[in-house]
């Protein structure tokens, strides 16, 4: 390899080191401006979160006052946490915009989807099965019918 290859090379690479920093930076600038809002209890409860899923704004309607104070406070904390489960996605355009798919990004988002999961539905718990031949075991009939 010739002494004008190297150079060249040498130019090419700095030249994509500062295009992709470039590309870092506008990804960066355009995280920063995320906001994103998640409601619930009806829309009585907004949450909106910004970079990084963090909270800036909580916002009720005065649908509120019909909510008990432990509802309130359960609504908050779903709609923060829709308003968060978002935030990958969002993410993921952003990159998909300005920097494409690499390593970095891929760990980026990896992170992103650990700190903010889908919320899940709320599952009642099971319900404790009794042996067949238990005493107090009144689900198929009454008390009254065992003797």
């Known amino acids: 390899m010739e002494l004008p290859d190297v150079e060249r090379m040498v130019d090419d690479w700095e030249r994509n080191a500062e295009e992709k ?4 930076q506008e990804m960066s ?48 904390m779903e709609a923060m946490r829709s308003a968060q489960s978002q935030y990958p996605e969002r993410l993921a355009e952003i990159m998909a915009q300005t920097v494409g798919e690499d390593s970095t990004t891929r760990h980026l988002l990896a992170e992103a989807k650990a700190n ?4 899940q539905e709320e599952q ?5 099965r009794r042996p067949p031949d238990d005493p107090e075991d009144f689900s198929t009939g009454s008390f009254m019918d065992r003797r």
């Open 116 to 119: 903010f999961p889908a919320p």
């Open 21 to 24: 920093a470039r590309r870092y």
């Open 29 to 76: 600038s355009q995280v920063s401006q995320v906001s994103i809002t998640g409601s619930a209890a009806d829309g009585a409860v907004k949450v909106t979160v910004g970079a990084n899923g963090i909270p800036t704004d909580v916002a009720m309607t005065p649908k509120v006052r019909q909510l008990e104070p432990e509802r309130i406070a359960a609504a908050v």
């Open 124 to 128: 009642p718990p099971p319900r404790r």
